[in-house]
Each structure stands twice: as C-alpha cells, then as structure tokens.
C-alpha cells in the first residue's frame, strides 16, 4: 500500500509525498508544519492557533482576498486546521489547477504580511470563536477535564487559547512565532489525486526549492509525572443535561499498546473513524457500554476515543446522563464494565468485529481524495505512514491477552479524571 | 500539466451512466457503478414526513422514523445493530417535512444484508413498547440540549415566525410537549397510514452490479404493496413579512448569540432558482463567505461566522442571512446586513463577482460528486425534483446563461420588498436590548 508513494526530501530539508490517485479528477494539496499548542509558552496560549488565522490574510503577491476569490473560481475548497502537534493547511481542487496551491502555498510560507490592522480584527474573530466555544457544555468539560490530567505539558491547554493571552498576544509576538517555525526544514508537503507524480515534484521543485532552509522545530521533551490519584471536578453552564467525562492517560501514536487500546475502545464504546474527511461512523449500539449504560437506562448516549498524538495524551468517554439518573450510579456500573475488562479476556468475536469496522472505514475513506492526502501528511506528524498503512494489519495482531493488559496498563480507577458538567438550568439529580 | 489519460469515471452522472428502474409497486431504483470503490452508499426517501403530524403530536413522523430501527418482526434492537455493527455497516433514518429519508453504507460484500435489512425494518417494524420509551427519552433530551443551543433556537424561531402556521414553520422534530402526547398506537398507525412503496426512491452507489442490485431490490422490498394514497396536505403560499419582526430568544449563561435575519426565497421548482443561487454565492457564499463575510468578519471582525443561504423546498423558500456575534455586537451587525441586502437589491453584481460566482458553481461539481454518498444525494435531488438524468452535465450552461439583471431582478422579488425576521438567541444584554 504505501510503495506507490513517492517520497524524497528536497536540499532545503521539505519533505515531499506524492501519491497519484486516478479516481476523479482532483487533487488535494496539505503543507503541514511542525508546531502547534505544544510548542507554546506560558502568556502566549493560541499564538498558533492564530498565526493560522493571519495565513489567509494576504501577501504581497496575493493581497487578502484575492485567493479565496482564486480558489473559489476553481470550485474548490481549502482551510487550515491548528492541532497540538501540528498545524496543517489544504486546497482540494480539480486536478488542472494543482499549481494554484503550489504558488499560494510556497507564497505564504515566507511572505504573509501581519498587517497590525488585520492582527486587531483576527483578534476580535478568535475572541468570537473561543465565545461560541464557551457556549458549548462539551467544551467547558473537557477543557477542565484536560488541564487536570496534566500538570505541566502543554497538552493541559486548549488550542484556541485564553481569553487573557488572547488580549494581551502582540502582532511581533505573531510574526516572531511565523518565522520560527515555517520554513522547509519544518514542513512537509503530502499531494494526492490525479496528477503524474515525477511531474509534480518538478513543479514543487521549482516553487518551493529556493527557500531558505531554516530550522526543525525543537521539541523538547516535556516530563509529566503519572497522575498521582483519582482526581473529581465539576463545571456548570447553561443547560438541562448533565455529562460526564472520565479521562485516563494513553499511551502515543507509536506505541504498541495504542492499538491494543484501538480494539478495546471499539468494543468498550464502539469504533472511532479514522477519516478526518468523509465516510461517516458506525454506531456503538452493540458495543459494551451502550448496552451497560443506555440499554440500562442509565445515559441516554455515549462515546470514547483517542486521538493520534506524538505524546500520551488521553484516552477519554463521555456520557451523556438520562435526568432521572445520577452520575454516582454511572459510574458504579462504568467501573464495573473497566473491572470486567481487566479481569477477564474478550472473546475473538469482539476484536473481529472490531477489524471489520475498521476495515470498512479504511473503505469508505479512500473514495475521498482530500482524506487520503490528510494522511498522506498527518502520520508522519506522529508516526510515520507506515503507521496508516499498516494500521489494519497492525489491529489484527491484537490478541485477547494485550487487549487484558492495556485494560490494566492504562485504565487504573486511582489514576483517573472524572469530570461532571451540571447544568444551571436543569432538575439536578 | 500533460494532458493525460485518467482512469477515472466521467466526473458527472448522466443518462449513460445512471441506471433508472421502477418496481411495480411503484418504488424507483436509480444506481451508479463506480468500479473503484470497495463499498457502497444506499439514499432515499419517502412520503412520510411531518406534515402529516397531527399539530398536538407534532414529532410523530420523526419518532415513527426512528422507531424503525428499534425492533422488527424478526430481530429485536441488538439483534438489527448487531448485524449492521458486526459487517461495520450503518443504516439511519431521518425525519423532514415532506419525507423520511433513510442513508446507509456498507462493504461491497454486504450489500445484500444491508438490503434485506432496509426492507425488514421499512416493511415489519415491531415498535417494541419499551424501546419507544426510551426514544422518547433520548429524544427529549436531544430537544432539552436543543433548547440551549444558540444557533439552533435562532433557526428554529426564525421559521416559525417567517412561516407563521405553514408546516415549514413547525419543527419536525416536534417540542417536549407534543412529543410526550405521542403513544404507541399513534406510531403503530402512522406507519400503516403512510409508509408505502409507492413515492419510494431508492439510489444505491458504489462497486455494484446494476442488475443484480435491481434483483436484490426486488427481492427484498417488491413484495411490499402499495397502500392507498393519502389525503394531500394543503401548503398555502405564505406571505412575505410586511414589515420587521424582531425577536430575541433569551438563553442566558452563554458567551455567544446566533443571529438569523432573512424573509421568504425561492422555491425549488421556480424559475428563479438559479438566478438566486448565482446571487446568493455573491451575497454570502463565495470566499470567505462572499459580500456578507467579507464585512462582518474581515472588515470589522465582528463574528467568527458569517453567511448567506437559500432554503429553496418543494413548497416555499427561505433567503437567509445568519452569524456568530457577541452580543454587545447585535445591533452592528444587524446594521451592516441590512445594508449590505439593500446594495444587493439596488445595484447589479460587477461582471467579475457574477463570472466568480459562475465558475465557482460549475467547478464545484466534480469535488461535490467524488464519494459515493454524493453521488447519491446528487440522484435523489434529479428524481425529487424532476430535473432529468443529464442534470449535472446540463447544469454548467444553464448557470453560464444566468445574466446580472436576472439576478438583480431575483434580488429585488425576494429581497426588496416588506420587513426581514431578524432572531437573535443567546444572552440578554446587547446594545439594543
């Protein structure tokens, strides 16, 4: 699967992965660059998040404005995604319009402007975004899940930023964190579609080649000690239903115990989709928390999941509470359902059918061109995609007895985070 | 680039590739191979939507759809999910005001159980007693977190009001009262009154067989007879407002409010469809979501969203402009979509934003129409709309052949004539209030 990449690494240290796609004729276009909520220091919580915002506000080449015009003539789509690892940019376009991105994307690598005037409306945007957020029960309760799970690394902190830094954060205090961290030695381009690769990488040659190299980003390995005990937090807001929230640490993207921890979250809480584009999910009604919580009358919904990280992030559940119910009462039989997963093997039939799902997910991402080029990039942010490729082969490995270890590896009742969201608006229970 | 010889599919359905059959029962078939693809996407829908909802149980079509999948003659709840779940395949269905719709996907190798399975729970619902009280439980709390969502409140009060008492203007997932005034009996009768056959459309795409679909379809669902017409439902036209009708809808503790602001648009069958489509990408679409967006969001940073839409349905249409805004902002924003309508209803669009707008339309389709699940929403709009199997390959010079005077002229008809509904909803304490 992943011969029919090419892959090479142009002298000023850019990484490039081509991948022809033949199946309709568009192509996906990702420049990915190492740095996002990971990298950012204490007063300047966002400061990614927003440089991604100032990406579309203009070059000298191409003032603000005139690429979304260029890009929406074509019909196409392009947007930015600000991560904790990685911040990461895509046009999908029909394929004769490749070289739009290449020279929009080489363009604003080096030349965007940060105009101070654009820096103080962006401001006001973002503030309006991390308002519409705070409007949001979930939000609330995972952001405070999140900073109590970590003590000192960055992933404690929500990438939007705070409402504090994102007052106080100047335009210098921007354009330093641009040059920092985008240049070539930094980025990877991943291309995908309809297009002859070795043509390609002479176009991608020729607009990104003569740009000065610049530095990999240093990550600096941040110690965060295992959580020491069960913490409990409660938030409130808005609202007439109540969420839970339990957090257990996870181990990262590489290792082992990551896709033993992929099987057992598809048979505890049901698969998680793999497709950032496209595809759409499987229900979990057969998983066994549905039928321990909501078939019980417990919560009426429920959901759990990993997100792919460079370091151990979290692995995380969140139940949505029937009114009539307590969380006491759900997570007495939550624990039981964790306990009956670390004391006893599953059966074959349940990691079977969780590699059927995933397998049928793999499927039904790959009619997309933007989602295969997403991964094209995104593995190598954490992994490399080796991981993706080999990502089914690498769940069929997964035995009964690694899915009993990573239940007691990685799902401790003392080291743990149960976050409550009660609502101001509701019969509390 | 070099020209080069692709593999793949003409990017557009058409008549050389859609394969249209109907049932003697009076369902239509429409497919599409795409020899590419591992799996398969199985759209349609029904005639069996809210409007048949009696006004104090409003939410009886949405429930009764979601009942389906509760229990059949056959299978009990986790007897259906497992199935589904164990092949990684999924079927849902969905509630509107004319339709049922229903969308699944599975694996090439199991489209047969997904359509035995479709047909099952279409044809021999059981409506387990215990499991519509649980629907109703779950759904009771989708309309408890409903009613604490901004942008949702504001949709939902902006229909109603601009509506008034047309089935549009009620929400057809009903309100906690009506939903609690549904029993059994009620869903039981709903299903023998208005599920049929007949008014079915089903559009199945992805690594298929056309003829051995057609002769799964027969199999599994040509044994299903056709019940008697339903008695129309009468769609009065509705008025546009004739003057401003502002309302704020008061959900307090939130950062944010959600505003819609807009009045009656086209339907979808009018002439003025396309017109209102090229001029609504100018108004609010294009870019960074066109004139509208480049105001409120990049010249004054006023909301992280900012947008135009067309509702544009069978029996009426909505024109409606909506954002996110903090509330001390309301009013200037406000201000500034009314002005930027009025520009759009005074002056023709320049001759580049229209030729934007066009090749924005037209280059969109082939990204719209790569995944299966696209191409098969693009069937059942051909079918629901009678737009004819060369739809998409038409498409491109029916809207090159769209002039600035007729989108001005559009402009004007629908937004030039009384007041606008503007709802807001979030927190009190805007500059207005």
Known sequence: ?429 | MSKRQSAHLNALPGADDIQRVELPNGLTLLMRCNPFSPSVVISGYLPAGSQYDPPDKLGLAYLTALALMRGTQQRNFQQIHETLEYAGASLGFAGSVHTVSFGGRCLTEDLPMLLEMLGEVLMQPAFPKDQLERLRVQHLTGLAIRAQDTAEMASLVFDELLFNDHPYGKPEDGYPHTIQNINREDVLQFHQHYYSPKGLVLAVVGGIDPTQVTDWVNRYLGSWTASDDPLPVAFPDPKPPAQDIRRHVSIEGKSQCDLVVGTLGPRRADADFFPAIVGNNILGQLGMMGRIGEVIREQHGLAYYAAANLVASTAAGSWEVSAGVDPQNLQRVIDLIRAEIRHFTREPVSEEELADSKANLIGRLPLALESNSGVAGALLNIERFGLGLDYYRNYPAMIQGITREEVLKTARRYLNGGGLVIVSAGPDGSSEA
């Open chain 1, 1 to 429: 699967m992943a011969d029919d990449i090419l892959r090479t690494r142009l002298p000023n240290g850019l990484t490039v992965h081509l991948k022809e796609i033949h199946t309709a004729p568009l192509i996906s276009h990702w420049v990915w660059y190492r740095v996002g909520s990971r990298y950012e220091r204490e007063g300047k919580r966002g400061i990614s998040h927003w440089v991604e915002h100032m990406q579309f506000k203009g070059t000298p080449r191409f003032p603000a404005g005139t690429l979304d015009r260029a890009i929406a003539r074509t019909g196409g789509t392009w947007n930015a995604f600000t991560h904790m690892d990685w911040t990461t940019y895509f046009e999908t376009l029909p394929a004769d319009h490749l070289p739009l991105a290449l020279e929009l994307e080489s363009d604003r690598m080096i030349n965007s402007l940060f105009d101070p005037q654009d820096v103080e409306s962006e401001r006001s945007v973002i503030l309006a975004e991390l308002a519409g957020n705070l409007n949001e029960p979930l939000f609330l309760l995972s952001d405070a899940v999140q900073k109590a799970s970590f003590t000192s690394h960055p992933y404690r902190n929500e990438v939007i930023g705070t409402p504090e830094d994102l007052q106080s954060i100047q335009r210098d205090d921007l354009y330093d964190h641009y040059r920092r961290y985008y240049h070539p030695a930094n980025a990877l381009i991943a291309v995908a579609g309809d297009f002859d690769a070795r043509e390609v990488l002479r176009q991608i040659e020729d607009w990104y080649g003569s740009i000065p190299a610049g530095k990999p980003a240093e990550m600096p390995p941040v110690a965060e000690p295992p959580l020491p005990e069960e913490r409990h937090l409660a938030v409130s807001g808005p609202g007439e239903t109540v969420y839970m929230q339990i957090a257990y640490r996870a181990p990262a993207a590489s290792d082992a115990d990551f896709f033993s921890l992929t099987v057992l979250d598809s048979l505890l809480a049901g698969p998680t989709s793999l497709n950032m584009f496209g595809g759409g999910g499987i229900s979990n009604k057969t998983s066994r928390l549905y039928r321990a919580l909501v078939e019980k009358e417990l919560a009426v919904g429920l959901s759990g999941g990993m997100q792919a990280t460079c370091d151990p992030f979290l692995y995380d559940l969140t139940i949505t509470l029937r009114p009539d119910r307590s969380p006491d009462e759900v997570l007495a039989v939550l624990d039981d359902e964790i306990k009956r997963l670390q004391d006893s093997p599953v059966s074959g039939q349940e990691i079977e059918r969780a590699i059927k799902q995933a397998r049928a997910m793999f499927a039904y991402g790959s009619e997309n061109i933007t989602n295969q080029a997403f991964w094209l990039g995104f593995a190598e942010m954490f992994a490399d995609y080796n991981w993706f490729s080999g990502y089914l082969a690498r769940l069929e490995e997964v035995t009964p007895a690694d899915i009993l270890q990573a239940a007691q590896r990685w799902l401790p009742f003392n080291q743990r985070v149960v976050g409550i969201f009660y609502p101001l608006n509701g019969d509390q229970p």
